[in-house]
């Protein structure tokens, strides 16, 4: 059973840099697209971007300015830094596995972890 | 960005009852439609993929349709795991987009 974990601060200062790791076990790095998505308190789900395990790389257009989504297959992981964060993003951010039907849906979701923007 | 309505928003229902949700797209998506249900603290969980297709292990009592910008979750019959919140998601074109959630409380 594939399991996904995300590791990081769970508060960050206005302007710094918000990073983010998620830890695959139970399955390989390979051969999937690995995605990033979050919900703000209160608000729906926000896909952020995804990354393929060879590396390429798909953002959203209202972040991408600010994301960047990387792999390391030798550590079973991959991370999201977002730059110049601000309270709006804040929110919970999940890390999920894009399923291989060819129809992109996320068949596996992390627990997702709190990441509060705040001085 | 393809915008992606649920209905309705919430919803109040008995265990035993029938449950459809539904959700439209702002613009046709073909069947690349999913439904995924969150309850709180967890992760979400895929339920159908491809508009109808079953996600492995999740009971028969799921099961959707639609196709073009319309399409619905049913939940034959209510069991008392399945109060949660419900989300579509469109993956037809990047940015992937989910509808606003559909909270099933228990009546």
């Known amino acids: 059973q594939v399991q996904l974990q995300e590791s990081g601060p769970g508060l960050v200062k206005p302007s710094e840099t918000l990073s983010l790791t998620c830890t695959v076990s139970?399955?390989?790095?390979?051969?999937?697209?690995w995605s990033w998505i979050r919900q703000p308190p209160g608000k729906g789900l926000e896909w952020i971007g995804y990354?393929?395990?060879?590396?390429?790389?798909s953002y959203n257009p209202s972040l991408k300015s600010r994301v960047t989504i990387s792999v390391d297959t030798s550590k079973n992981q991959f991370s999201l830094k977002l730059t110049s964060v601000t309270a709006a993003d804040t929110a919970v951010y999940y890390c999920?596995?894009?399923?291989?039907?060819?129809?992109?849906?996320?068949?596996?979701w992390g627990q997702g972890t709190l990441v509060t923007v705040s001085s | 960005d393809i915008q992606m309505t649920q209905s309705p928003s919430s919803l109040s229902a008995s265990v035993g009852d029938r449950v459809t949700i539904t959700c439209r797209a702002s613009?046709?998506?073909?069947?690349?439609l999913n439904w995924y249900q969150h309850k709180p603290g967890k992760a979400p969980k895929l339920l159908i993929y491809?508009?109808?297709s079953l996600q492995s292990g999740v009971p028969s009592r799921f099961s959707g349709s639609g196709s073009g910008t319309d399409f619905t979750l049913t939940i034959s019959s209510l069991q008392p795991e399945d109060f949660a919140t419900y989300y579509c998601?469109?993956?037809?074109?990047?940015?992937?987009?989910f509808g606003q959630g559909t909270k099933l409380e228990i009546k």
């Open positions: 999920a596995r894009v399923g291989r039907s060819g129809y992109d849906e996320v068949d596996y």
């Open positions: 139970g399955g390989s790095i390979s051969s999937y697209y």
């Open positions: 990354i393929y395990y060879s590396g390429s790389t």
């Open positions: 613009q046709s998506i073909s069947n690349y």
């Open positions: 491809v508009a109808s």
């Open positions: 998601q469109q993956s037809y074109s990047t940015p992937y987009t």
